[in-house]
């Protein structure tokens, strides 16, 4: 599966990424209880469900599907199936999902920790900006929008132009880097995530 499915679909890559965690977790499964236990951690803002998220991740290589007719390996798709006169209509038919080698280094690619490392590598000046807000974030309580405002304009880098006026980079900005990069996310305020709240005292 190439990353850019992922980079060029914003919205797709928190439910892909739980999808393969969990088939990473349970190690091969059928397919009804990898949905099941994605279900049991599904975020309700995701747009799609995770029957639709593993046929994205089967039509891309990083799932392998399989057929099993009464426990034996079947060749076929499920469309052979259904017309194979040799398969007797009461015969148990299940789907396994395994994660291929494309999905694991998928997952490793996005993992969070791999992530804000890369975001903070690649925006160096604004590295202990990132790392400010995480440590709010990390807070018991977590914090909020405003909280998160105030941390960030302490920063003189960040003060408006002189000559203009203009602010350079907005708190906004920040917020959506490190969610997109799994260091933070919404709970009733905004909170570190694990990968999130390790990069604090590392850095």
Partial sequence: MKANV??????????????LGVCARQG???RDDIEAR?????DSAYQQNPSVCVDILVRNGALAEQLFVNG????GTLDDLQVDESVPEDAHVETRIALSKAGRELLEAFAPDV???ALLDDKPAYRGVFVAVLDACS?????????LERVVGEFPQLQPDPATQRTRVYPQYFIDALESAGG???????RATDAGRALVPAV
């Fill in 6 to 19: 992922i980079e060029h679909n914003p919205m797709l890559k928190k439910p892909l990424i739980a999808i």
């Fill in 184 to 190: 933070i996310a919404w709970e009733g305020s905004w």
């Fill in 139 to 147: 807070a018991d309580e977590g914090a909020t929008r405003a909280e």
């Fill in 72 to 75: 034996e390996t079947y060749a």
């Fill in 28 to 30: 091969d499964g059928s």
């Fill in 38 to 42: 994605a279900l049991e951690v599904w």
């Fill in 115 to 117: 992530t804000l490392r």
